[in-house]
Nanobody
Framework: QLQASGGGLVQAGDSLRLSCAAS????????VAWFRQAPGKEHELLAA????????YRADSVKGRFTISRDNGKNTLYLQMNSLKPEDTAVYYC??????????????????WGQGTQVTVSS
């Protein structure tokens, strides 16, 4: 089970840190990722991390602004978002999958999903 939190209403230029707590089963041997979905759009992969070795992927659209990290001891994934823009407004999801080398770029390859947390950035 994945539980995302940390969303909210912020102004352009502000920062937020999203958290995703994993419970019920270990997420070792998993790739864990952050997606977002804006109204009328498909899920967009933002960043992913291999839980065991810490290797990361970030989409070009968020490089330099968003950073993914994890705390193994707390079984928690984070997404630090800086310099937020109105176009970052979306529902943000954490998701996990196993059995892949590297991070799948498409949402359909992720098996476990958190409930989503709303991020709204006002101009």
């Amino acid at each position: 089970q994945l539980q995302a939190s940390g969303g909210g209403l912020v102004q352009a230029g502000d920062s937020l840190r999203l958290s995703c707590a994993a419970s019920g089963r270990t997420i070792s041997n998993s790739v864990v990722a952050w997606f977002r979905q804006a109204p009328g759009k498909e899920h967009e992969l933002l960043a992913a991390i291999s839980w065991d070795d810490g290797s990361t992927y970030r989409a070009d659209s968020v490089k330099g602004r968003f950073t993914i990290s994890r705390d193994n001891g707390k079984n928690t994934l984070y997404l630090q978002m800086n310099s937020l823009k109105p176009e970052d407004t979306a529902v943000y999801y954490c998701a996990a999958t196993r059995g892949y080398i590297g991070a799948p770029r498409t949402a359909k390859f992720y098996t476990y999903w958190g409930q989503g947390t709303q991020v709204t950035v006002s101009s």
